[in-house]
């Protein structure tokens, strides 16, 4: 499959009605709904995880609060995520000299893009052991919801309830999901260029590092090279920014 740079020729995704719900369009665009998916919202969680089944998960800040404070909360929730990623876990991240380079080889699952904004996550990842989407959430947002409570001098909740998850069931759902995630910052105005946020796997994906959070892998195969990649990121922040501009007309 060849995925084109060229946003009018993008392709249509055809989304299945249990796991996504319209809620609006923009008939001035030149292609009609083609690129709705924006502005969908997630149906009901999904929780029969498949094993070798990619999901977009996604989790907000209670009442649309921050998730993180400054760098030293945005390291640590990844982090977090690092080390809950782990089937085997000697001790609670707190009491562990835990760092990436000590990840372990067993996974529960694959992370293959991230994007962690203000108040919420976009995490897309594909399991690899039985139970290990729900575990792993529950430990993460458990342990990392300690964490910036201890550190914020705060008690209750952190997150919006429990997070969602929608399969994802199509090569183009893949790559426009991904895409989604890492033109967020951009699009919400908190940075310049997708590889400029720290706390996006999108600079692991251009600059390919030794050791690294994520497995772009799945995403990255659908590619010719790193420039068709870049173009079919960057080709449609101008899009998702005129989306964000109007957002208020068609979500209530």
């Given at each position: 499959?060849?995925?084109?740079?060229?946003?009018?020729?993008t392709p249509t995704i055809q989304f299945p009605q249990h796991s996504l719900t319209p809620v609006g369009c923009i008939p001035e665009t030149p292609d009609g709904c083609k690129r709705i998916w924006y502005i969908y919202i997630?149906?009901?969680?999904?929780r029969n995880f498949l094993n070798g089944q990619i999901y977009h998960v996604v989790?907000?800040?209670?009442?649309?609060?921050?998730?993180?404070?400054?760098?030293?909360?945005?390291?640590?929730?990844?982090k977090t995520l690092a080390y809950?990623?782990?089937?085997?876990?000697?001790?609670?991240?707190?009491?562990?000299?835990?760092?990436?380079?000590?990840?372990?080889?067993?996974?529960?699952f694959l992370i293959i893009a991230q994007c962690v904004m203000p108040n919420h996550i976009h995490w897309i990842i594909k399991q690899l052991d039985d139970s290990g989407i729900r575990l792993g959430m529950s430990d993460i947002?458990?342990?990392?919801?300690?964490?910036?409570?201890?550190r914020h001098k705060r008690v209750?909740?952190?997150?919006?309830?429990?997070?969602?998850?929608?399969?994802?069931?199509?090569d183009e759902q893949l790559v426009?999901?991904?895409?989604?995630?890492?033109?967020?910052?951009?699009?919400?105005?908190?940075?310049?260029?997708?590889?400029?946020?720290?706390?996006?796997s999108y600079s692991e994906v251009i600059q390919k590092p030794k050791i690294s959070l994520t497995d772009p892998?799945?995403?990255?195969?659908?590619?010719?090279?790193?420039?068709?990649?870049?173009?079919?990121?960057?080709?449609?922040?101008?899009?998702?920014?005129?989306?964000?501009?109007?957002?208020?007309?068609?979500?209530?």
């Open positions: 499959m060849s995925i084109s740079s060229n946003p009018d020729s997630m149906a009901t969680p999904q989790n907000r800040g209670v009442d649309g609060r921050r998730i993180f404070m400054d760098a030293i909360d945005a390291s640590h929730l990844l809950y990623q782990q089937q085997l876990r000697s001790t609670r991240l707190s009491l562990s000299n835990f760092e990436l380079a000590d990840r372990g080889p067993q996974l529960r947002f458990n342990s990392y919801t300690r964490y910036f409570n201890t209750g909740h952190l997150f919006q309830g429990t997070f969602r998850a929608v399969p994802i069931e199509s426009h999901t991904v895409r989604y995630a890492f033109i967020n910052p951009v699009v919400a105005g908190l940075s310049d260029d997708p590889g400029s946020y720290h706390w996006s892998s799945d995403f990255c195969a659908y590619f010719s090279d790193t420039d068709q990649l870049q173009s079919f990121v960057l080709d449609q922040i101008d899009y998702g920014r005129s989306l964000e501009s109007i957002k208020h007309l068609t979500l209530e």
